[in-house]
Each structure stands twice: as structure tokens, then as C-alpha cells.
């Protein structure tokens, strides 16, 4: 009697409870929760964000910052792993615990085995540090490249092209080509039909339009 009644409210759990991902688990990004960071975005922003969350893209984000908070390095490695992983519908590899010194991240850890950040020199990360857009677009341009390996999906045919800009010359050589190539397929644009302004910050709202932009494109084909 005793086993009949546990197996009957276990039952009645189980229909009152919502159904949660493993820890690890990569799950259809329809069930995915929309997790928002404080406050609303920007006026400009909140279409393609509310399409960003409802695709299952936006992570919980290290110290729950606001839209319009610079993006941190850190975070901007869980937005990267969370685009890649919804994309690819399975969880990547992560590089072992240790590889860098000061964080242990395992966004980090999948971000560095997959390519898609580096650090900053010898083991360090800098988790905390802010990024600039053309950090950015090399970040997320390595992520198109993860992408499209695991997909044969192309992202990004265009090459890579700043000719109209009239600041390209401000664009550090080793982001020349992620910039390049994400302007001329659309993916980031200009803060001005002629200025790209590489060196500005980038917004948690910025980034995560940037990552949708690359989902639509994905969807799309």
C-alpha cells in the first residue's frame, strides 16, 4: 500500500513540475527559459531581443548585468558557447580546468577549446575586463568558423571588406579580417554608413543582437 501511494504522488510531481535540462545538457531551444539581465533593453533593441530569448540564446550572464552594461569578456564567452551550442543542437568540449589562472568559467574553458577566445597572454583570461567591437567581431567571427566546421553551413560568403568606412584604418591588424568579413555580410554593422568606430565599447544588448544576427542568418539558408 505504502509503495502504491509513493508511486502516486511521485506521478503528481512529476505533472506539477516543470521538466529541467541535465546539468550539461544541450536542449531544444524552444524549452529554454527566457533568463533576463536587470531591467529592459533599449527601444531599438527589444524586437530582436525578445526573438534572441525566445530562441533559447541568451545565457545567465556572470553578475547579471543590464543591457546597456559593457560586455564582459566572460560574458560574452557564454553568449558565444550558448549561439554555438543552440546552433549545433549539442554541448561543445571544454579545455581542462586550470587552463587559465584566473577563471575557471566552463563557458570560458568551452569558448578557449573551441577557438573562439585566447586570453590575453601566458594563462591569464581577464574575465572581467570589458570589450571593445573589434574584439567582439574577432570573438564572434571565430565562432561563424565553429559553426560552419560542424555545419558546412556558410555564414559568412562575402569576403571580408571594409571599403567605404572611413575609420578602417583604426581597425587593429589582427581584427582586419574578422571586422572585414562580419561588414560585409551584414552581420556587424556600421555605427555610421562610413565609420565602423572599432575601438568603441560594446554593449551586452549590442552583442546579443550580433549573435542573433548569426542565428537568423543560420535559420534562413
Known sequence: MLKKLLCTLTALVMLVTPALAIKGEVVNPDELPYIPTEGSPSSWAASEIKKAADAGLI?????????????????????????VEV???EEL????????????????????QAGIVTGTGGDKFAPALTTNREQ??????????????????????????M?????RASVSPW?????????ANGIMKGTSSVTLSPQDSC??????LLAWRIYEQFTSL
Open 59 to 83: 545565457p545567465q550572464f556572470t553578475g547579471d548585468p543590464s543591457y546597456q552594461d559593457e560586455i564582459t569578456q566572460e560574458q560574452f564567452a557564454q553568449l558565444a558557447v550558448r549561439l
Open 87 to 89: 546552433i549545433q543542437k
Open 93 to 112: 568540449p571544454a579545455a581542462a580546468e586550470g587552463t587559465f589562472s584566473d577563471s575557471d568559467s566552463l563557458a570560458v574553458r568551452k569558448a578557449s
Open 136 to 161: 567582439i567581431a574577432t570573438m564572434l567571427y571565430r565562432a561563424v568558423g565553429t559553426i560552419e566546421t560542424a555545419t558546412g553551413v556558410d555564414l559568412a560568403p562575402k569576403a571580408g571588406s
Open 163 to 167: 571599403d567605404g568606412y572611413t575609420d
Open 175 to 183: 581584427a582586419a579580417e574578422g571586422v572585414g568579413v562580419l561588414a
Open 203 to 208: 554593449s551586452v544588448e549590442q552583442a546579443i
